[in-house]
């Protein structure tokens, strides 16, 4: 894998995955070179699948992968922020940074998928009221990490009431695990990234509309004399490589999508057509790290063919 382009494997198991699949995943993806191993933070399935066994928490399966792999770094794309309270999640993420050594990244968002919250008895405000919970809980979490050693943190927010908090633990990484937001909104996201994020994702979005949102977090970087260089470009895209077009549409098929439309809309074709689309993305939007979604966590030759013929073209 590129020291400047780095391929993370993605995986979504409210679709249907259970700890010990996603386990062998990120195995895999930690001994065939892949830099990360990220899973969706949701708790019901979307689509015509079962969704069964059921959901896994993600910080719960993060805690379990930090102690069973050694390299491969790990994190959420992206944690609800209408799942958890902002104090109890600083503490949840500081530990299981704590035991992988180092290795967690933080991806954040505002939570959207309203049927789930339904499902789960989880409240669901309306949108304005999320994305300001969602800024609150930024200002938090990072505010507990930065608190230095015997000093305590307070904060008087809306939502929000945080008195003398010790701000502990601490993660391993200092001044803390990466942090990731994303989303195609046009203002208040690009906003936010400016002000608190290390990493900036887009998924499942086309070339034109990614360029243009980079271009939004890069002006509100400038709105506030913030390099856009510290701010990490990345994407996410559906997977579907294989060696010829019959594999192609085998692995179309196995996850109810059809070929072609993944060639327009993801990462698929065969390892050329997928290494001169990654071209095309790197030189149009300047990404550093592609998140390659893995919906068919049985399909472990895939992971071996984009090793072995696309990542090493990068």
């Known amino acids: 894998m590129s020291e400047h382009f780095k391929l993370r494997i993605f995986t979504e198991p409210q679709q249907g995955a259970t700890y010990d699949d996603l386990l062998r995943v990120a ?32 910080w719960v399966t993060l805690a379990g992968l930090a102690r069973e792999t050694s390299r491969v770094r790990l994190g959420t794309l992206m944690t609800a922020g209408t799942f958890r309270l902002p104090g109890p999640l600083a503490i949840s993420v500081a530990q299981v940074d704590q035991m992988s050594g180092g290795r967690i990244e933080f991806g954040l ?25 969602y800024a609150e809980q930024l200002e938090i979490i990072t505010g507990l990490w ?67 949102q ?12 913030r390099p856009q260089e510290e701010i990490v470009r990345s994407a996410a895209l559906v997977l579907c490589v ?19 439309e993944l060639r327009l809309n993801g990462l698929a074709g065969t390892p050329d057509e997928v ?9 149009r939007t300047g990404i550093t790290r592609l998140y390659l979604q893995v919906l068919d966590l049985a399909d472990l030759d895939h992971l071996d063919l984009v090793a072995a013929e696309v990542a090493t073209q990068l």
Not at 32 to 37: E, K
Not at 189 to 210: I, K, Q, S
Request: charged share 30%; hydrophobic share 35%; proline share 9%.
């Open 27 to 58: 195995k895999h993806a930690e001994a065939t070179g892949y830099d990360a191993f990220f899973r969706s933070d949701h708790y019901l399935k979307m689509g015509a699948v079962s969704g069964e066994p059921g959901p896994t928490d993600a």
């Open 109 to 133: 968002g505002t939570g959207w998928y309203e049927e789930e919250h339904a499902a789960y008895g989880i409240p669901f405000p309306p949108l304005k009221e999320r994305f300001d919970r």
């Open 146 to 212: 930065g608190t230095p050693a015997g000093k305590h943190f307070n904060y008087d927010g809306r939502y929000y009431r945080i008195e003398e908090s010790p701000g502990l633990p601490k993660p391993v990484q200092q001044p803390r695990p990466p942090l990731l937001i994303g989303g195609q909104g046009k203002k208040r996201t690009p906003e936010l990234a400016a002000r608190f994020a290390d990493e900036f994702n887009l998924p499942f979005v086309g070339l034109d509309a990614a360029a243009e």
């Open 214 to 225: 980079f271009e939004r977090v890069a002006a509100a970087c400038a709105a506030i004399g």
């Open 242 to 260: 294989g060696k010829n077009d019959a594999e192609v549409s085998r692995r179309a098929d196995a996850i109810g999508r059809e070929a072609e």
């Open 275 to 283: 290494v001169a689309k990654i071209g095309a993305w790197r030189e």
